[in-house]
């Protein structure tokens, strides 16, 4: 066998090794275990919420099972390939056996990036919320093209969305749109996206064809859990209740459903427009709220320890840009990760973009704690 081949597939086979330690397939297999007992159980559908919750992890986990154990024995079964070319000199099945291992250099480098997710609230949910920023209508449109690119991500991966609130611009695009990726350490994945994105183009909306330069925030939350105890009284609270406006299916507009919420001791305001009802409108702004409560909460106690430690922890605010004109070119501005193709990025392929976040972050953080 080839030298360079020999030293790759021990560098895989170590990788992997590692992944294997940090995940514990011991104790992946008793997880799955149990879940499927719970999954099992006759009245677990009486509470809906939890089942689906249940149902999800399990079906996150068995995935996560299968993965590792593939990986390892494709790993195996390629250097038996390798072999096999090289024991009767055929090409094709050398050719054969080079494609199978570039594709599991590409997937262990992936399932690796998740091992460095150890936050104390990577595994959860993530709430997200897409804003305008400077740059008029083609800053609400970029906004509307953030939020495509993000749920079409979601949408490849098969991971469920619930579209909370959606304040549509007056001329086109998004003033601002809220929603929930439903899938476990999504919140550890997409909290790299937090920040600051701006676009380069030729604008649409301008007659005389002039380049034109936009921005859009994305903030990004953990979705609380019953053990967060967020818990807000009725009397920190300001309910209205308005007529949903935009787009909008069958009643969504024709009934004071949507629901404003002000946290009257932070000034924190959240709506829901996108339910049906007022009653589910409701919960999802109150599942919005307790979500930023949280974040102000971890904020602030991250804040009390920058101060004893003497040092601040911000990262920077504006981290991508997306070029359209002159040239192609999306660029990370933490990581320098560059890609040549914005239409495929907008188009949801983000995966070598999140990776190269969370290596950078897992690197920004490593020093800290030395």
């Given at each position: 066998?080839?030298?360079?081949?020999?030293?790759?597939?021990?560098?895989?086979?170590?990788?992997l090794t590692g992944i294997e330690a940090v995940?514990?397939?011991?104790?992946?297999?008793?997880?799955?275990?149990?879940?499927?007992?719970?999954?099992?159980?006759?009245?677990?559908?009486?509470?809906?919420?939890?089942?689906?919750?249940?149902?999800?992890?399990?079906?996150?986990?068995?995935?996560?099972?299968?993965?590792?154990?593939?990986?390892?024995?494709?790993?195996?079964?390629?250097?038996?390939?390798?072999?096999?070319?090289?024991?009767?000199?055929?090409?094709?099945?050398?050719?054969?056996?080079?494609?199978?291992?570039?594709?599991?250099?590409?997937?262990?480098?992936?399932?690796?990036?998740?091992?460095?997710?150890?936050?104390?609230?990577?595994?959860?949910?993530?709430?997200?919320?897409?804003?305008?920023?400077?740059?008029?209508?083609?800053?609400?449109?970029?906004?509307?093209?953030?939020?495509?690119?993000?749920?079409?991500?979601?949408?490849?991966?098969?991971?469920?969305?619930?579209?909370?609130?959606?304040?549509?611009?007056?001329?086109?695009?998004?003033?601002?749109?809220?929603?929930?990726?439903?899938?476990?350490?999504?919140?550890?994945?997409?909290?790299?996206?937090?920040?600051?994105?701006?676009?380069?183009?030729?604008?649409?909306?301008?007659n005389q064809g002039r380049r034109q330069t936009?921005?859009?925030?994305?903030?990004?939350?953990?979705?609380?859990?019953?053990?967060?105890?967020?818990?807000?009284?009725?009397?920190?609270?300001?309910?209205?209740?308005?007529?949903?406006?935009?787009?909008?299916?069958?009643?969504?507009?024709?009934?004071?459903?949507?629901?404003?919420?002000?946290?009257?001791?932070?000034?924190?305001?959240?709506?829901?427009?996108?339910?049906?009802?007022?009653?589910?409108?409701?919960?999802?702004?109150?599942?919005?709220?307790?979500?930023?409560?949280?974040?102000?909460?971890?904020?602030?106690?991250?804040?009390?320890?920058?101060?004893?430690?003497?040092?601040?922890?911000?990262?920077?605010?504006?981290?991508?840009?997306?070029?359209?004109?002159?040239?192609?070119?999306?660029?990370?501005?933490?990581?320098?990760?560059?890609?040549?193709?914005?239409?495929?990025?907008?188009?949801?392929?983000?995966?070598?973009?999140?990776?190269?976040?969370?290596?950078?972050?897992?690197q920004q953080v490593a020093p800290a704690a030395?």
């Amino acid at each position: 066998m080839n030298a360079d081949v020999a030293a790759d597939l021990k560098a895989l086979a170590t990788m992997l090794t590692g992944i294997e330690a940090v995940v514990d397939i011991g104790r992946l297999r008793e997880e799955v275990a149990a879940l499927e007992d719970e999954a099992g159980r006759p009245d677990l559908w009486d509470d809906g919420e939890h089942a689906q919750q249940v149902n999800s992890r399990l079906a996150y986990r068995q995935g996560d099972l299968r993965r590792i154990t593939g990986l390892r024995q494709r790993l195996d079964d390629v250097e038996v390939l390798y072999e096999l070319a090289e024991a009767e000199d055929d090409r094709s099945t050398r050719a054969e056996a080079d494609t199978e291992l570039t594709e599991l250099r590409e997937e262990i480098s992936a399932l690796e990036v998740r091992t460095l997710l150890s936050g104390e609230y990577d595994e959860r949910d993530a709430l997200m919320t897409i804003r305008s920023e400077a740059g008029g209508i083609d800053a609400a449109d970029f906004a509307e093209m953030l939020m495509r690119m993000y749920l079409r991500w979601a949408e490849r991966h098969g991971y469920p969305t619930e579209v909370y609130d959606t304040s549509f611009a007056e001329e086109a695009g998004l003033k601002s749109a809220t929603f929930a990726v439903r899938t476990p350490y999504a919140y550890g994945t997409l909290s790299v996206e937090q920040g600051t994105h701006r676009l380069v183009r030729i604008s649409p909306f301008d007659n005389q064809g002039r380049r034109q330069t936009s921005f859009a925030g994305v903030e990004v939350l953990p979705v609380t859990e019953t053990t967060d105890h967020i818990d807000i009284p009725d009397n920190d609270l300001r309910i209205d209740v308005f007529r949903s406006s935009g787009p909008g299916g069958q009643s969504v507009n024709t009934t004071d459903s949507a629901v404003r919420m002000t946290h009257l001791p932070t000034g924190i305001v959240v709506s829901c427009q996108n339910e049906k009802s007022q009653i589910q409108n409701r919960a999802a702004a109150l599942r919005v709220l307790q979500s930023r409560l949280l974040d102000r909460k971890r904020q602030e106690e991250q804040a009390e320890l920058d101060a004893l430690k003497g040092e601040g922890s911000s990262w920077g605010n504006q981290m991508r840009s997306y070029v359209l004109h002159p040239y192609q070119m999306v660029k990370d501005l933490r990581t320098d990760y560059e890609v040549g193709n914005p239409s495929a990025v907008l188009d949801g392929e983000i995966d070598g973009l999140l990776e190269a976040g969370i290596r950078w972050r897992k690197q920004q953080v490593a020093p800290a704690a030395r």
